[in-house]
T-cell receptor, first 110, second 118 residues
Framework: GEDVEQSLFLSVREGDSSVINCTYT??????LYWYKQEPGAGLQLLTY?????DMKQDQRLTVLLNKKDKHLSLRIADTQTGDSAIYFC??????????FGRGTSLIVHP | DTEVTQTPKHLVMGMTNKKSLKCEQH?????MYWYKQKAKKPPELMFV???????INESVPSRFSPECPNSSLLNLHLHALQPEDSALYLC?????????????????FGEGSRLTVL
């Protein structure tokens, strides 16, 4: 099976909150990341969390980590049409080389 | 300058052609990566260079040949490719391959080179 799993699609209305979920299998993961990919572009790091943290907030973004369940989530408050993109969850151990999930396509409706 | 620049953006080649993809960064990063991304799939690691030396080759076929002429440049030489090699090829860089707790380990990606093999 995959090392990092995510649902493939999420559709929300503009102004609502979006929550994208991810599970991973490697218990030695040190760093967990959320990358964003817009159409025709490379990936851009949105935020990251160390494995010894439970939560990280950065403006509209909130990352929650449940290390026991190996579950990571990304909440985007007040979702805008410009947030429409593919969001990749990734985990990495001490080598920093991330293993990516398949990506969640976020579609924001006006 | 926080950019990773990849050229060309698009490339169409026949199975007998030889071509190269190029990647450049001027952030002083010591690690550079090649990833392959097929549609609706995550990026798959191909190669990692650390301090201009190849440190990881993820069992990539020899028709893909990486080269790191200096710390700012990374090339991917292509020869005798197959149609199934058509994909988006992403270059990335990071400060180092392994670091301390104050380093986020962020990868900086280029926009990719979209390769079509006929």
């Amino acid at each position: 099976g995959e090392d990092v799993e995510q649902s493939l699609f999420l559709s929300v209305r503009e102004g609502d909150s979006s929550v994208i979920n991810c599970t991973y299998t490697d218990s030695s993961s040190t760093y967990l990341y959320w990358y964003k990919q817009e159409p025709g572009a490379g990936l851009q790091l949105l935020t990251y969390i160390f494995s010894n943290m439970d939560m990280k907030q950065d403006q509209r973004l909130t990352v929650l980590l449940n290390k026991k369940d190996k579950h990571l989530s990304l909440r985007i408050a007040d979702t805008q049409t410009g947030d429409s993109a593919i969001y990749f969850c990734a985990e990495a151990g001490g080598s920093y080389i991330p293993t990516f999930g398949r990506g969640t396509s976020l579609i924001v409706h006006p | 300058d926080t950019e990773v620049t990849q050229t060309p953006k698009h490339l169409v080649m026949g199975m007998t052609n030889k071509k190269s993809l190029k990647c450049e960064q001027h952030m002083g990063h010591r690690a550079m990566y090649w990833y392959k991304q097929k549609a609706k799939k995550p990026p798959e690691l191909m190669f990692v260079y650390s301090y201009e030396k190849l440190s990881i080759n993820e069992s990539v076929p020899s028709r893909f040949s990486p080269e790191c002429p200096n710390s700012s440049l990374l090339n991917l030489h292509l020869h005798a490719l197959q149609p199934e090699d058509s994909a988006l090829y992403l270059c990335a860089s990071s400060q180092g391959v392994a670091g301390g707790p104050k380093d986020s380990g962020e990868l900086f990606f280029g926009e990719g080179s979209r390769l079509t093999v006929l």
